[in-house]
């Protein structure tokens, strides 16, 4: 198997809302994105799927020494192998990807935030350096676009935060910011039991759909913030941001709309429908 071909294969399995957004770029940029996608889960999986923390520091480690690898001229792993002869073509910095693997790092020695401005920190590398990557191979062409990319990187992890907030808890993560689970009068040890509901005996159920309500008005203002930053010079080039973020604030809607079942459901959106989504942006420029 070809790096190529291993990024490509590595995007699709994932059936991630990305991968739809990818479908319709210039080949080389898609070359470039899929590669840098394929990156990011590869970092992303040493965190949510090695369960000793040992093991996953040492194998981040790794990742630090093959970036710089890389960089030197000299990669080995079939994701940096594909990604790097698109690198200087596309503004794909080293810093970019150590800082990414360092905001995945956090994960290993954080499971708390104690306010927004500290899981503001987090999002900026996992998510905002993303964005900012991902700007620059879609076709960037303004400065002001980066500030777009990271507002709309923001609002993708908060959406992420929002669906992912049973999965995480199994895990023994929160990334809900302790400051506003004190503000609605939720404890952290009710979002890691994950009550049913109608079986808490009170009404948590009131006080956590309070909570969520709120995440999801702030992740909402967050792409209306995106949004409005992007150049008008470079709305085209930058379709495939804007196509994730249709499919983004559906799913959003839809988690609204049931309820916020997260702590035991992940609500998602099947592939027609991400792909209609995205063809939608692709053909008539709007969402």
Known sequence: ??????????????????????LFLPKPRRAAITAFYAFCREIDDVVDEVHDPGVARAKLGWW???????????PSHPAMCALMPAAADFGVEQRHLLAIVEGCAMDLSQT??????????????????????SARIFGQTQDETTAYAHQLGLAFQL??????VGEDAMRGRIYLPLSELQRFGVQAHEILERPRPGRDGGDFAERFGALMRFQAERARATYQRALALLPAVDRRAQKPGLMMASIYLTLLREIERDGF???????????????????KVQALGRF
């Open 159 to 164: 959406t992420n935060i929002i669906r992912d």
């Open 64 to 74: 630090m020494s093959e970036i710089d690898a890389s960089f030197a001229g000299q």
């Open 1 to 22: 198997m070809t790096p190529a071909q291993y990024v490509e294969q590595r995007a699709a399995a994932s059936g991630s809302s990305f991968y739809y957004a990818f």
């Open 261 to 279: 079942p997260v702590l035991h459901q992940r609500i998602s959106l099947t592939p027609l429908r991400k792909f209609w989504l995205a063809w």
């Open 112 to 133: 708390r935030y104690a306010d927004f401005a500290a899981l503001e920190r987090y999002c900026h590398l996992v998510a905002g350096i993303v964005g900012e990557v």
